[in-house]
């Protein structure tokens, strides 16, 4: 998970109906994610060929006054996928901006370090997000940057002219600072002009999340 600092109003115009932008310390964050899917279940099912695979993910964070208080959650700015059913399917449940294109993760051990890396191919050119690992997880920190990108249990977007919502249940993650990280990639043509310079500075926090089960909970309209 690699996070930049950008300009509010870089992300302003993305901001779904209703919704604040969340913040850390007054600035505004972007996240570039890699992980993977395993053993999914789409509404309790399980799809041949669609339980186990790579997913790369831009994303910003936003917050919500509800009845039960404030929700913070995200907003995804494009994910990619290895398959053309997955986005598919990803769309048509959660109104989600995926796409698809051929992917790849490698976890390689070297001496008491892990290398991670995820890669895709679009356009002619691989292109791969990469982070270096080592020792056990640990708690995340209460109040650092790692809490603030890891505690965001909804999901909202704008599609289809109305936002809808979301819920994202996993417990907390323990978490490797990461080192040696690389996100190489032709940013204007896979998220636009706008992301290039603040996509192109070393990231702001970089960390690797050990991960769990999660539950993502059917989507509603935000009344």
């Known amino acids: 998970m690699l996070s930049y600092a950008v300009d509010r109003k ?7 109906p209703g919704l604040q932008l969340d913040t850390f310390h007054s600035d505004t964050y972007v996240s570039v994610v890699g992980f993977q899917f395993l053993r999914t279940r789409i509404f309790g099912m399980a799809f041949p060929f669609l339980r186990d ?6 994303r ?10 404030w ?3 995200v907003v995804f700015i494009k994910e990619i996928v290895p398959r053309r059913a997955i986005a598919i399917l990803a769309r048509a449940f959660y109104g989600e901006p995926y796409s698809a294109c051929p992917m790849s993760h490698s976890i390689a051990a070297r001496e008491k370090q892990l290398q991670l890396r ?5 356009k002619g050119r691989t292109e791969f997000l990469s982070a270096t690992i080592e020792g056990e997880p640990a708690i995340v920190p209460a109040g650092s940057i790692e809490e603030f990108i890891t505690e965001h249990y909804w999901g909202y977007n704008g599609a289809r002219g109305r936002c809808t919502q979301y819920e994202v249940e996993h417990p907390k993650w323990r978490a490797w ?3 040696d990280t690389q996100f190489n990639a032709n940013l204007r043509t896979l998220y636009g002009e706008q992301f290039v310079e603040p ?3 070393p990231p702001a ?16 309209a935000l009344s």
């Open 71 to 73: 929700r913070r959650a």
């Open 177 to 179: 600072c990461a080192t």
């Open 118 to 122: 995820y890669e895709w191919q679009r």
């Open 10 to 16: 870089l992300l302003e115009p993305l901001l779904p």
């Open 53 to 58: 695979f790579e997913e790369v993910n831009l």
């Open 60 to 69: 910003f964070y936003v917050r919500h006054r509800a009845l039960d208080g």
């Open 205 to 220: 926090s970089a960390f690797v999340a050990e991960g769990s089960p999660v539950v993502v909970r059917r989507g509603s």
């Open 199 to 201: 996509l192109s500075v």
